[in-house]
């Protein structure tokens, strides 16, 4: 099966950039998604790459996908307080039937 | 109408009684799900309904029992549930289950608390 993994925390101030990293071992992976979780809630969905490219950009967000190494982040330029949340990263697989695999996911603070 | 509605949003039961969750889209999706996600963790995968058919039970508990009684309506039914089973239960829905990008919208989810 997929396993995703993601670093538990991260820390930045407002204003400057945030970086959160994400592993996958499934090289079959199709679809490679970010979801937002604020306390309480559900999951939102911020933004997805397919496998075939290596960049997609989305106003304040980045994705920048390396297939070869397996890794995928998500840059958030210009983090604000309203982004603390915690992010995870998501995997379908081409024999997967679009279930998602989850990452252990990262709670990013923001420090006004 | 692009999201997905769960009821209660907060449910407190013992470990004698038989409550049901509701989850509901007006979105057109036939595939549904049910997600389970404890404190500080991801969600977890429980069934997923594609057509109203259960398609896949990743081997839960035959004290939770799924429901689809329509493409817009997923219930999932509790009884003599334990206390390790309080959780945050989430839903979500796709277009479909096969082919190719098929966003999964989740959502709010159902606090669960079994006392």
């Known amino acids: 099966g997929e396993d995703v993994e993601q670093s538990l925390f991260l820390s930045v101030r407002e204003g400057d950039s945030s970086v959160i990293n994400c592993t996958y071992t499934?090289?079959?992976?199709?679809?490679l998604y970010w979801y937002k979780q604020e306390p309480g809630a559900g999951l939102q969905l911020l933004t997805y790459i397919f496998s075939n490219m290596d960049m997609k950009q989305d106003q304040r967000l980045t994705v920048l996908l390396n297939k070869k190494d397996k890794h995928l982040s998500l840059r958030i330029a210009d983090t604000q307080t309203g982004d603390s949340a915690i992010y995870f990263c998501a995997a379908t697989t081409q024999t997967g039937a679009n279930n998602l695999f989850f990452g252990t996911g990262t709670r990013l603070t923001v420090i006004p | 109408d692009t999201e997905v509605t769960q009821t209660p949003k907060h449910l407190v039961m013992g470990m004698t009684n038989k409550k049901s969750l509701k989850c509901e889209q007006h979105?057109?999706?036939?595939?549904m799900y049910w997600y389970k996600q404890k404190a500080k963790k991801p969600p977890e995968l429980m069934f997923v309904y594609s057509y109203e058919k259960l398609s896949i039970n990743e081997s839960v508990p035959s004290r939770f029992s799924p429901e689809c009684p329509n493409s817009s309506l997923l219930n999932l039914h509790l009884h003599a549930l334990q206390p390790e089973d309080s959780a945050l239960y989430l839903c979500?829905?796709?277009?479909?289950?096969?082919?190719?990008?098929?966003?999964?919208?989740f959502g709010p989810g159902t606090r669960l608390t079994v006392l």
């Open positions: 979105m057109g999706h036939r595939a």
């Open positions: 499934d090289s079959s992976s199709t679809y």
């Open positions: 979500a829905s796709s277009l479909t289950r096969q082919g190719s990008y098929n966003e999964q919208f």
